[in-house]
């Protein structure tokens, strides 16, 4: 748990009157930090088991409510509100949300050299708002005070880092990949490689 | 648009969509991590009950301040003077509001103790938790002025009907009214929460300035004492609905909180039981420590906090070991610095939840702080220790004292002491280091009420020169501000600088004399530069110049009494020194 504790006060102000204890156990994170990374690992969660981030950049609808959630961060994460808690959970739960809709699918597009798997059909639209309806009614209830909702909590919160981290590691592997293969293989000065470069 | 065109543009369109979540979330964890801790606000403002020099019991005037460590701005958020009395001030967690206790200094009718005629005492039912039954936060005959007015939520529960019966059964008990007052830090919303009794003579009162009252981490209860003569017992209110509780019965020294807000403890009279208490009543543990205790009352009043994780209780001792209860086994474990003779003002750093402490400090010794102290901080699960800065005191007055206090952060140590100015006159103030620098900031000037206004203030050019008197001499120049005068004063081959302004008051001339003479070349919104240390009246210029020093309070109050101008005689003739004209 130290170790945990220790990586995320490297993300984190870990301030104790600000964060949420469950069942005796102090979350590592402050409330808003909690929302963050809680509200990626379930995105992530959702977004591997439609397989809806392989497919294509969300639609949209969907791109917009993403924007609108990360413009609301500010509002609150400068404490420019802070009606509490729940709200500064809820704040991070649509940041982190809206994050990993935007960052996962660029990745896999990414990595793929543009290459999709297929479209957003409407069911899967509607599922994603279902999904963001599940995300909003979290603050009414969390924390639930068991030792299990401590560790599946975290867990989800290590998932949404490690989403993170994976997502831009592959995306950095990937592009110093590319610039290697163009200035070291193929030459600084080779019309073909710059014409890829430019492509990317 | 072919299947490779298709490509770009897709690849260009999730390059921005990832460009921009990873700076979104890039700049959420930077803003998160390295922005100033804003709702820690005793990090970076202070709230402070300020007195002056002197015993607390002594003294006839207390005021709580916001002191802005970084502008030098303070605000004033109360005051009391006469025999009423403020306790320590307490910073919510949210750092929205300030709590402390609040004696008023004439009694009403309704505080008046049972030995006097028509003394209004009485013991109440304690009301049923209905709607109806909350206390009228501001009516002064509500449930929640009287004696045992909370609802009894402690263990055994026939303890606090014991308490009530014992009191009961008393005749000649005195009572004074206890206020538990809540305000803004900018001081412009203060509600008082409630009104109680606290059964105890004068010393009580006394006691009151060492207290404090205790939030709940998550800002919606208040904890706080109640005196029941020789005990107290330690209760709390529902912010929102003016709820009270009763917890448990305990010594004097304040509550602590648990970090999850379930629990609270505090220490048996005896100060060597340690209570711990569930705050919804289900379970209370009482733990008999072996410590070393001296007989000096409540030892350890800021001494005991709770681990982050809520399941360990941090006591240290007066030989400075740290003992850590765990409330589920009762199992103590002992801690030591072994580079350090002593663990001091312990905190734990709400950023990175270490301990952090005064080394080189022992509190059980007499006499003055030692010259050198360390700020440390400890890994509890480690049990390793590191030296932040090590900081050097300055001289103090003989009763200077010094009372240390760590910022949350644990980048700051404050003392609160009293130094000798240049006229060796006592005069407190607060001293913060945070291992780079030491400010001093006399806090005695901001008890003082301004006599006069710019208006007031005059320039007489005849003062202007070298002045020669019996066993001192005198330079008078002009100073850098309009209306400001440089003296230089040599006395006992000593050299002493200052600033000065002339007033004219009520018909006589006066020089504020100001030790420091930056409150004249920066002026302040808060006045400063019309609050002088010391007055001297110019009762003549030419042939002779005769000055009289008048200490401050004098002077208000003789400005007080004279109706249009003042007499000579109002003042009297002591202190006059003379000079002349040096060639």
Redesign the interface.
């Known amino acids: 748990m130290?170790v945990i504790?220790h990586i995320f006060?490297?993300?984190?102000?870990?301030?104790?009157?600000?964060?949420f204890?469950v069942a005796?156990?102090?979350l590592p994170v402050?409330q808003?930090?909690a929302g963050?990374y809680l509200g990626m690992g379930v995105t992530f969660v959702y977004l591997l088991l439609n397989r809806s981030y392989s497919r294509?950049?969300p639609p949209r609808s969907i791109i917009y409510v993403n924007v609108a959630c990360?413009l609301a961060?500010p509002i609150f994460?400068?404490?420019l509100l802070?009606p509490g808690?729940a709200w500064r959970l809820w704040s991070g739960l649509v940041?982190g949300d809206?994050?990993?809709f935007?960052?996962a699918?660029?990745?896999s597009?990414?990595s793929n050299?543009?290459?999709?798997t297929g479209c957003h059909t409407e069911p899967s639209t509607t599922s994603f708002w279902i999904f963001f309806a599940f995300l909003n009614g979290i603050p009414l209830w969390f924390p639930a005070q068991s030792v299990w909702f401590y560790y599946t909590g975290l867990l989800f919160m290590l998932v949404g880092l490690l989403c993170?981290v994976f997502?831009?590691s592959v995306?950095t592997v990937l592009l110093i990949k590319k610039l290697f293969m163009s200035a070291v293989l193929k030459g600084v000065n080779n019309e073909y490689a710059r014409s890829q470069d430019s492509?990317? | 648009m072919n299947t490779q065109e298709?490509?770009?543009v897709?690849?260009r369109?999730?390059?921005i969509?990832?460009v921009?979540?990873?700076s979104?979330?890039l700049i959420?964890?930077m803003?998160?991590?390295m922005?100033p801790?804003?709702?820690?606000p005793d990090s970076s403002k202070i709230a402070i009950l300020v007195t002056l020099p002197g015993k607390p019991e002594d003294t006839k005037e207390f005021a709580i301040f916001v002191y802005d460590i970084a502008t030098g701005a303070h605000t004033l958020l109360d005051e009391v003077k006469a025999d009423g009395v403020l306790s320590a001030p307490s910073w919510s967690?949210?750092g929205k509001w300030i709590a402390y206790y609040k004696v008023e200094p004439t009694p009403s009718e309704q505080v008046r103790p049972s030995s006097e005629p028509n003394a209004a005492l009485s013991i109440v039912e304690r009301p049923v938790k209905t709607p109806e039954d909350k206390p009228d936060r501001s009516a002064p005959s509500a449930p929640g002025e009287q004696l045992f007015s909370e609802e009894n939520q402690m263990l055994p529960s026939f303890m606090f009907e014991l308490a009530e019966e014992r009191v009961k059964d008393k005749n000649d008990v005195e009572t004074f009214d206890v206020k538990l007052v809540i305000a803004t830090p900018d001081g412009k919303e203060k509600e008082t929460l409630q009104v109680m009794k606290w059964v105890g003579d004068d010393k009580f009162r006394e006691v009151m300035v060492y207290l404090r009252p205790t939030w709940s981490?998550?800002c919606k209860r208040l904890f706080y004492v109640r005196s029941i003569e020789s005990e107290c017992y330690t209760a709390s209110i529902d912010i929102a609905t003016g709820t009270t509780y009763a917890h448990l019965l305990s010594a004097p020294p304040n509550p602590v909180v648990s970090?999850?807000?379930?629990w609270v403890a505090s220490y048996l009279e005896d100060d060597d039981t340690l209570i711990a208490s569930r705050i919804d009543g289900s379970v209370c543990k009482y733990f008999k420590l072996d410590l070393e205790i001296g007989d000096d009352g409540p030892p350890m009043l800021d001494f005991t906090f709770w681990s982050?994780?809520?399941?360990k209780i941090l006591v240290v001792d007066k030989d400075s070991v740290l003992h850590s209860i765990d409330t589920a086994s009762g199992q103590t474990e002992l801690y030591k610095d072994p580079d350090a003779n002593s663990i001091a003002y312990p905190v734990?750093s709400?950023?990175?939840?270490k301990m952090y402490y005064l080394g080189g400090f022992r509190t059980d010794e007499e006499g003055p702080p030692p010259q050198t102290i360390s700020l440390k901080r400890m890994d509890l699960?480690t049990k390793r220790t590191r030296t932040i800065f090590t900081f050097r005191m300055p001289e103090l007055s003989d009763e200077g004292g010094g009372v240390f206090s760590i910022s949350p952060n644990g980048k700051v140590v404050l003392a609160r002491a009293v130094m000798d100015d240049a006229f060796e006159k006592e005069r407190s103030v607060l001293i913060f280091w945070d291992g780079k620098t030491q400010k001093i900031v006399k806090t005695d000037r901001w008890l003082l009420k301004p006599l006069y206004g710019d208006s007031k203030l005059i320039f007489e050019e005849k003062l202007i020169g070298k002045w020669q008197g019996e066993d001192s001499r005198i330079t008078i120049a002009k100073g850098t501000q309009e209306k400001t005068y440089k003296l230089t004063l040599v006395e006992d081959n000593k050299e002493h600088r200052a600033g000065a302004n002339l007033v004219q008051l009520k018909g006589m001339m006066f020089l504020g004399v100001f030790l420091d003479e930056s409150l004249l070349e920066n002026r302040d919104a808060s006045g400063s530069h019309l609050l002088p240390d010391v007055f001297m009246r110019v009762a003549q210029i030419e042939p002779k110049l005769l000055l009289q020093t008048i200490e401050y309070s004098k002077l208000a109050e003789v400005l007080e009494k004279a109706a249009e101008s003042i007499r000579p005689e109002d003042i009297g003739t002591e202190n006059i020194s003379e000079f002349e004209r040096a060639k």
């Open positions: 130290s504790a006060s490297l993300l984190c102000s870990q301030d104790a009157s600000r964060s204890a005796g156990h102090l402050c808003r930090c963050l294509d950049l990360l961060m994460g400068f404490h802070d808690p940041y809206a994050i990993v935007l960052l699918p660029a990745a597009i990414i050299e543009g290459g999709r993170a997502c831009v995306v492509r990317l | 298709v490509k770009t897709g690849c369109k999730a390059w969509a990832f921009a979540a990873s979104c979330l959420y964890v803003a998160c991590v922005s801790p804003g709702w820690s967690p949210d981490p998550d970090p999850d807000g379930k982050p994780d809520s399941r734990m709400s950023t990175d939840k699960k």
